[in-house]
C-alpha cells in the first residue's frame, strides 16, 4: 500500500483561529512579516484545510516540530518547554481531539506526531 505524507509546520500552514496568535499576550508573537516570530498557523487551520488535504490524496500528516508548549517566541516548534501541555498558541486539546477525528472521519488512518 502506498501511503502519500504530508510534512506541515502548524505555524506556517494556515491561521484558523486569529485569536490565539498572541496567547502569552505581547506585541512581539505574531508578525507575518517576520522569519523569527509566529506567523498564527493552529490546528484549527489544519481542521479548516482538512477536505483540501484529503482531496489532494494525503493520508498521513507528519507534524513537523512540537505541539506542546514551546519558548514563548519558539515559532519553529523545536524548543519544547513542557510534553504535557500543547502550546496555546496552536488551540486547546479539544481543537486537537477535534482534528484526531476529523482526519479518521476522512479515511486517514495514520496522524503522526514527532
Do not use: C
Request: glycine share 10%; net charge negative.
Amino acid at each position: 500500500m502506498l501511503l502519500t505524507v504530508s510534512q506541515v509546520f502548524l505555524d506556517k500552514y494556515a491561521n484558523g483561529d486569529p485569536t490565539n496568535d498572541n496567547a502569552n499576550g505581547t506585541v512581539f508573537e505574531h508578525d507575518i512579516l517576520q522569519k523569527q516570530l509566529r506567523h498564527g498557523g493552529d490546528i484549527q487551520g489544519i481542521i479548516d484545510s482538512l477536505d483540501y488535504i484529503h482531496g489532494i490524496g494525503i493520508r498521513a500528516l507528519y507534524i513537523a516540530g512540537s505541539p506542546m508548549i514551546n519558548q514563548p517566541w519558539g515559532a519553529d516548534a523545536y524548543s519544547p518547554l513542557d510534553f504535557t501541555l500543547l502550546d496555546p498558541h496552536f488551540g486547546s486539546i479539544d481543537v486537537w481531539r477535534n482534528m484526531i477525528t476529523e482526519v479518521h472521519n476522512r479515511g486517514s488512518k495514520y496522524f503522526i506526531l514527532r
